[in-house]
């Protein structure tokens, strides 16, 4: 699974990256360098402009759709749910899963989005009683790209003028770690290289077969990795210096 990564990139930074047309953020993110459930992120994503609020309203037109950049919640809430407490349990969506899971279906073939990192962390089991943390990370630096999906969900308590009305909710999809990767955990998230951020944003793209067979004919990472210290287990802790090896002699994956 993915459950912590980090996000140290600025706003501009970002929209400059992502080659992003529409900014659609009403705040600016701080670096984040141990971003954990539940938190705000950054997410990239194409939709029709006259829908870039909530909700799938039909605008009665045939808008032109926009990359654009989005604050949203890490924690999936299907549009369906009674209580948005369920995103908690479902940071992740599995790809071998996407295309049956109620929860991940429709949003998998219309709402695919990229969520930006400079890495991810991953714990490895060195015995019974030890987890060593690793960051995992774009071997030649530069932003990371994993795949995600975002939601829309309609608070039932909220009047439909008040602003939190509808929460926006964004999963990371994972599928099995790559060889050199899967000696620290068995699972890793799907990146994107940049030459199929265009192709994983189209709104149009929604057959799922055809989709999932893309996203298993990606290529490699790219991706490295090296021991951390373990401060970053408390979400508490902060700051660029846990991205930093935990020694020179660190061993490397």
């Known amino acids: 699974m993915c459950g912590r990564y980090a996000s140290a990139r600025k706003r501009q930074e970002l929209l400059e990256e ?9 705040e600016e993110l701080g670096p984040d360098y141990n971003v954990a459930p539940t ?7 194409t939709r029709p402009v006259e829908q870039a609020g909530e909700g799938e309203a039909d605008s009665g037109g045939t808008p032109e759709p926009a990359r654009q950049l989005r604050v949203l919640k890490w924690g999936f809430v299907p549009s369906w749910a009674k209580d ?11 790809v071998e899963t996407l295309a049956e899971k109620p929860a991940f279906r429709r949003a998998f073939a219309r709402r695919r989005c990229l969520l930006p990192a400079d890495g991810y962390y991953e714990w490895f089991r060195a015995d019974k009683k030890t987890k060593q943390p690793y960051f995992i990370h774009p071997e030649g630096g530069g932003v990371m ?4 999906l975002y939601e829309f969900w309609k608070d039932p308590t909220r009047a439909d003028d008040d602003p939190l009305k509808w929460l926006t909710t964004c999963t990371v999809i994972t599928t099995t770690a790559e060889d050199h990767l899967g000696h620290i955990h068995d699972r890793m998230p799907v990146i994107i290289g940049r030459d199929r951020w265009a192709d994983w944003l189209d709104p149009e793209r929604t057959d799922p077969g055809q989709l999932l067979d893309w996203l298993k004919a990606s290529p490699p990472s790219g ?14 802790n902060n ?12 061993a490397l994956f």
């Open 18 to 26: 992502f080659d992003i047309g529409l900014d659609g953020t009403p």
């Open 39 to 45: 938190k705000k992120v950054y997410a990239v994503l």
């Open 84 to 94: 948005p407490s369920i995103g908690s349990r479902m940071i992740n969506a599995r």
């Open 145 to 148: 790209a994993m795949a995600g």
């Open 223 to 236: 991706l490295a990795a090296y021991p951390v210290s373990s401060e970053v287990n408390n979400v508490r």
């Open 239 to 250: 700051g660029p210096h846990l991205m930093e090896p935990e020694s020179p002699e660190a």
